[in-house]
């Protein structure tokens, strides 16, 4: 099974009563569930209640409320909260050793005619084909990456101007990626919506570390997702190269802020996100200045 396969099977439910589905964490050697696992979970749960198909999901917003144990299932409750006319509007709790884990409101919306309006995409970047693939990017970190260099990876991301590991100890206040699955999709509009949810979660929150210099994997750094946002405004494929445009908008109070925009390869506004998260740098950091950014301990 390749690493999309396997994807694709993470977001097939399992119906185990009306409103009830159960989802499988995988067994990527993380100490704690991906926030874009349950997420892309919570929207299928979701998008499986509504009636109608011509209703595609507009936005979501949700809340990572504890660690996911990625050892054991996730059961998904869905509540019915309204079918109006021309939107559908769903709450999702995952749930994991009786407690909530998740939460995520998700509305759904029949298409209708209306003015058009979007910022441009960016300009003159180089095509995605050009840059270089995960296993080619960090090569020089493989041995500190260990059994992480060689998983199978189901998001093709290709980074403008070098990740963050590289950019260490250089201030900025944006960051570019080319994204795709890294393989075919079915033709199903909901399940590339989830396998976007999914991919959305991948770098945003390291976008907040830019202003500082630091990165994802810089010692004492702890990060965790708090919330994530995202709106839905045009057609679009997973499977196709899709360009995030991201930037950091606030860091205060052990909390980092950052927004993103996803493009089409043509130029189309796909998606917007927005997402908070827990950052705290500790001891062991080689930030020049911690005290700017956030707290240190509990």
């Given at each position: 099974?390749?690493?999309?396969?396997?994807?694709?099977?993470?977001?097939?439910?399992?119906?185990?009563?009306?409103?009830?589905?159960?989802?499988?964490?995988?067994?990527?050697?993380?100490?704690?569930?991906?926030?874009?696992?349950?997420?892309?979970?919570g929207l299928v749960a979701a998008a499986r209640t509504v009636p109608e198909p011509e209703r595609q999901v507009?936005?979501?917003?949700?809340?990572?409320?504890?660690?996911?144990?990625?050892?054991?299932?996730?059961?998904?409750?869905?509540?019915?909260?309204?079918?109006?006319?021309?939107?559908?509007?769903?709450?999702?709790?995952?749930?994991?050793?009786?407690?909530?884990?998740?939460?995520?409101?998700?509305?759904?919306?029949?298409?209708?005619?209306?003015?058009?309006?979007?910022?441009?995409?960016?300009?003159?970047?180089?095509?995605?084909?050009?840059?270089?693939?995960?296993?080619?990017?960090?090569?020089?970190?493989?041995?500190?990456?260990?059994?992480?260099?060689?998983?199978?990876?189901?998001?093709?991301?290709?980074?403008?101007?070098?990740?963050?590991?590289?950019?260490?100890?250089?201030?900025?206040?944006?960051?570019?990626?080319?994204?795709?699955?890294?393989?075919?999709?079915?033709?199903?509009?909901?399940?590339?919506?989830?396998?976007?949810?999914?991919?959305?979660?991948?770098?945003?929150?390291?976008?907040?570390?830019?202003?500082?210099?630091?990165?994802?994997?810089?010692?004492?750094?702890?990060?965790?997702?708090?919330?994530?946002?995202?709106?839905?405004?045009?057609?679009?494929?997973?499977?196709?190269?899709?360009?995030?445009?991201?930037?950091?908008?606030?860091?205060?109070?052990?909390?980092?802020?950052?927004?993103?925009?996803?493009?089409?390869?043509?130029?189309?506004?796909?998606?917007s996100v927005v997402q908070e998260g827990l950052i705290r740098v500790g001891p062991g950091s080689n930030h020049?200045?911690?005290?700017?950014?956030?707290?240190?301990?509990?």
């Amino acid at each position: 099974m390749t690493a999309v396969e396997h994807l694709i099977a993470l977001l097939d439910l399992e119906p185990i009563e009306v409103n009830i589905f159960r989802g499988r964490t995988g067994d990527e050697g993380r100490q704690r569930v991906f926030g874009g696992h349950v997420a892309g979970q919570g929207l299928v749960a979701a998008a499986r209640t509504v009636p109608e198909p011509e209703r595609q999901v507009h936005s979501l917003h949700a809340y990572f409320l504890r660690p996911g144990d990625p050892f054991v299932p996730i059961l998904y409750e869905v509540d019915r909260i309204r079918d109006g006319r021309s939107f559908t509007t769903r709450r999702v709790v995952a749930i994991q050793h009786g407690q909530p884990i998740f939460n995520l409101q998700a509305s759904f919306h029949r298409a209708e005619d209306g003015g058009d309006y979007q910022p441009a995409m960016p300009r003159d970047l180089p095509e995605p084909e050009s840059l270089p693939d995960w296993h080619e990017r960090l090569s020089p970190y493989r041995e500190h990456l260990g059994a992480r260099y060689d998983q199978p990876r189901p998001i093709d991301l290709r980074y403008i101007d070098n990740d963050p590991l590289h950019r260490a100890g250089t201030s900025n206040t944006s960051q570019q990626v080319w994204l795709r699955a890294d393989g075919p999709l079915p033709d199903d509009p909901v399940l590339h919506a989830c396998v976007v949810t999914y991919a959305s979660d991948m770098t945003l929150l390291d976008t907040a570390l830019l202003p500082f210099g630091l990165a994802w994997d810089s010692p004492g750094i702890k990060m965790a997702s708090l919330d994530h946002a995202m709106w839905f405004h045009r057609p679009f494929r997973a499977d196709e190269w899709l360009l995030y445009d991201q930037r950091a908008l606030s860091t205060t109070s052990a909390r980092g802020l950052a927004g993103g925009s996803i493009y089409t390869r043509g130029g189309d506004l796909a998606v917007s996100v927005v997402q908070e998260g827990l950052i705290r740098v500790g001891p062991g950091s080689n930030h020049r200045d911690r005290s700017a950014v956030v707290t240190t301990t509990e």
